[in-house]
């Protein structure tokens, strides 16, 4: 395994409601395969996240009930490239610009500590 850090990334275009656990399978230019940690991402588990409207075009409204003092919101496009990242405070409301997004499908994603929550949204 290469000693380079590396960042890989996967979309799953139709996530199951609730509970999905993703791991990437790694095979190194000498064909050696290794396998990364097992993630759980929560897909609107029982209404945590709320994300409107949709489709948007300016401003994206995430309504959650996550409990966390500090939450990591990125949005990945379609090809698995985080577009945006930040750390937001914990409030019952986000408000998200997202005007300089391209048109297209993207998943939102909250993290607060080891969970991850998420969503899905158009850009129009």
């Given at each position: 395994?290469?000693?380079?850090?590396?960042?890989?990334?996967a979309n799953d275009l139709n996530p199951l409601s609730g509970n999905n656990y993703y791991r990437l399978k790694i095979i190194d230019?000498?064909?050696?395969?290794?396998?990364?940690?097992?993630?759980l991402?929560?897909?609107?588990p029982k209404n945590n996240l709320q994300?409107?409207?949709n489709p948007t075009g300016q401003k994206l409204r995430i309504a959650h009930t996550i409990i966390s003092k500090e939450l990591v919101l990125s949005?990945?496009?379609i090809s698995g490239r985080i577009v945006q990242?930040?750390?937001?405070?914990?409030?019952?409301?986000?408000v998200i610009d997202?005007?300089?997004?391209?048109?297209g499908i993207y998943t939102l994603t909250l993290q607060a500590e080891q969970i991850i929550y998420g969503s899905t949204?158009?850009?129009n």
């Open positions: 395994m290469s000693k380079l850090p590396s960042n890989y990334g230019k000498n064909g050696k395969t290794t396998y990364s940690p097992v993630r991402i929560e897909f609107e994300v409107y409207p949005i990945t496009d990242q930040a750390i937001v405070n914990n409030t019952p409301t986000l997202i005007q300089k997004l391209a048109r949204f158009i850009k």
